[in-house]
């Protein structure tokens, strides 16, 4: 891929094309909507990238439908939006996954939402309960077995402060009235019981049990008690980090260094006492506008807390937002910022010296499902790498908008993309990296290609702050320098044996 926009965007509308010919007319045609190469539009020099304004290229895909039956997709349900994402990583709430013990062990411990506490005692997260349905519950209703479970947990775990229920897809199927058994045991056991019915069914995706989670969190968790929480004039609210491998801890460090008062960070090493007192803010800073903008639009409307959306991907992108956030208290804040900014360059000069020098010029193919098919890329800018390729598994229109605020024209962009089209375009472009999630990882590698798991970090992190863009910048350069790719002969390399020389 070269640095000419144009030449990119010929380059890529001939592969989408060349994709689609593989399908039947019909098929080609529904699914040309989702694939799209970024058009050159008009930009403000005045903002930075990724500010409303600065908007570098249009990124208009068809999204938020549903997948086709039968065809491979990377999608999470609204089950795994729910539990996984929203409600999951709050960590002194016990979770039951209500239903059949498969999809509550699929999701168990599927995410690295670091929390403090001691497992079992204050804190559940990586615990898995599950009311373990059988035929019988099936023919004759959960109810009572799911009132049984929560008399259980509250005798083994009295230390939890509430119960989320995350319905399964037979739930709403045979009917189960879950919100009836939380009102009655909530009131019986004295604690926060929040029934969510996220059956993995509804929806096209994920996305709308993100939806579904945070109108739960509206209807039983907001303005039910009083908090005896004292605001002050800085408080700031952490929404939408669920904390892989530390990030809101490392957003959390330097929004206190810059004298605000962190006083949620959720869902990531998240409590139920955090999330009640949100409304008491002055600010909500939302990190995963696809997971949390629902919550944060409500509490501004509702309780007048205005929200803005923040990245901490890289220096360019911690610097600009930490001036929006600070420009929002005044002349104080805004001189600690650049103070907490000024401290760090150092260290950021010191990383960059280091490895840009070994990366740029590198070129990286994004697909993972929330914000940082985005908010990822001016990190890597900051290291000279170009993204040639990103997409979302289940983002909406607003998303792709937002998508055009960081990528250049002549991008290939790819909504939902199908198993098929995802090999095709890394073999069509052959970019230097892949960042992706866990099912795409091997595949990729075997292509020969270098790969990071972007969904948990593939264990390392954070990524957030500028500690956690040191550690980018060196798995990444890790990843494609990494001397094993040239200790093999790549698949389109090999030279077929005969079988009875290849048998000796």
Request: aromatic letters at 10%; a negative charge; one cysteine or more.
């Amino acid at each position: 891929m070269s640095l000419d926009h144009e030449n990119d965007a010929a380059f890529n509308e001939a592969l989408i094309a060349e994709v689609l010919s593989a399908y039947p007319d019909k098929f080609a045609k529904r699914r040309r909507k989702h694939l799209a190469v970024a058009k050159p539009a008009g930009a403000d020099a005045d903002a930075a990238p990724g500010e409303e304004g600065h908007l570098l290229s249009e990124c208009d895909v068809k999204s938020n439908v549903k997948s086709i039956p039968g065809v491979m997709t990377i999608r999470g349900c609204s089950y795994a939006g729910s539990k996984g994402v929203v409600w999951g990583p709050v960590k002194d709430m016990v979770h039951i996954s209500h239903g059949p013990v498969g999809c509550g062990h699929y999701s168990w411990s599927q995410r690295r939402n670091y929390y403090t506490g001691t497992t079992g005692i204050d804190s559940f997260v990586t615990m898995q309960v599950t009311s373990d349905f059988q035929e019988r519950d099936i023919v004759f209703g959960g109810d009572k077995k799911l009132a049984k479970v929560i008399d259980e947990l509250e005798e083994m775990f009295p230390l939890s402060r509430g119960i989320s229920i995350q319905s399964e897809c037979p739930i709403g199927l045979i009917g189960d009235d879950i919100e009836a058994v939380a009102k009655k045991k909530g009131k019986e056991i004295g604690k926060t019981i929040v029934p969510v019915r996220c059956e993995g069914f509804r929806g096209v995706s994920q996305s709308l049990g993100h939806h579904i989670a945070n109108d739960t969190i509206r209807d039983w968790v907001l303005d039910k008690k009083d908090t005896g929480f004292e605001p002050g004039p800085y408080d700031v609210s952490v929404i939408g980090d669920y904390n892989i491998g530390g990030d809101a801890w490392a957003s959390r460090r330097l929004l206190e260094d810059m004298g605000l008062r962190v006083i949620g960070n959720w869902s990531g090493d998240a409590t139920l006492a955090e999330m009640e007192r949100a409304p008491l803010g002055k600010l909500n800073l939302i990190h995963c506008y696809r997971s949390m903008n629902y919550i944060c639009r409500h509490m501004e409307e509702k309780h007048g807390v205005p929200w803005m959306e923040y990245n901490l991907f890289g220096p360019s992108q911690i610097a600009a937002s930490l001036r929006k956030i600070a420009k929002h208290f005044g002349p104080e804040i805004e001189a600690k910022a650049e103070a907490v900014i000024a401290s760090y360059q150092p260290l950021v000069d010191a990383v960059v010296a280091k490895y840009r020098p070994r990366l740029e010029g590198k070129s990286v193919m994004l697909y993972v499902g929330g914000l940082r098919s985005r908010h990822v890329v001016t990190a890597y800018d900051d290291l000279g790498m170009r993204i040639v390729g990103t997409g979302y598994e289940f983002a909406h229109n607003d998303d792709y908008q937002r998508t055009g605020h960081y990528v250049v024209p002549g991008t290939l962009i790819y909504d939902d993309v199908t198993g098929y089209e995802l090999e095709k375009f890394i073999e069509g472009i052959r970019p230097d990296l892949v960042g992706s999630g866990i099912k795409e990882k091997y595949p990729v590698q075997k292509m020969g290609i270098p790969f990071r798991q972007m969904h948990s970090w593939d264990y390392s992190g954070p990524y957030h702050g500028y500690d956690g863009f040191a550690i980018f910048a060196r798995d990444m350069d890790q990843a494609i320098n990494n001397p094993v790719w040239g200790l093999f002969d790549p698949p389109w390399k090999k030279k077929d044996a005969p079988v009875l020389q290849a048998a000796e």
